[in-house]
């Protein structure tokens, strides 16, 4: 039974060899549009930030009901998972 896988390794087994890895096509393109991804989510945090921001002044002097902080918490708390999405994505795979 040993001659046989002997054999089998010799003959089917040992022509597979290592392969070397390397990028699938297109793979320079995914992963442009994956850094144009992660500029718009920066830039759309700023700016619900910035926009919160100034609601939650405008609201102050007005004088009315306070509802632009959870805006702020709300596009901080969002941040922080678009942020963290490589790194959970990483470890989950």
């Known amino acids: ?3 046989i896988l002997c054999a089998l390794h ?3 087994l040992a ?4 392969p070397t890895p390397e990028a699938p096509p297109l793979a320079d393109k995914l992963l442009q549009i ?4 992660t500029w718009l989510v920066q830039l759309s945090g700023i700016t619900a930030i910035t926009y919160g921001g100034g609601r ?3 609201e ?4 009315g009901s306070l ?3 959870k805006m702020v918490a709300g596009a901080m708390a969002g941040g922080a998972v678009a942020t ?3 790194t959970i994505m990483n470890s989950v795979i």
């Open 34 to 37: 994956g850094r144009y991804f």
């Open 1 to 3: 039974m040993s001659t």
């Open 60 to 63: 102050k002097w007005n004088g």
């Open 10 to 12: 010799e003959t089917v």
């Open 67 to 69: 509802q632009s902080p």
């Open 56 to 58: 939650f002044a405008w």
């Open 84 to 86: 963290s999405a490589g």
């Open 15 to 18: 022509q597979v060899g290592n």
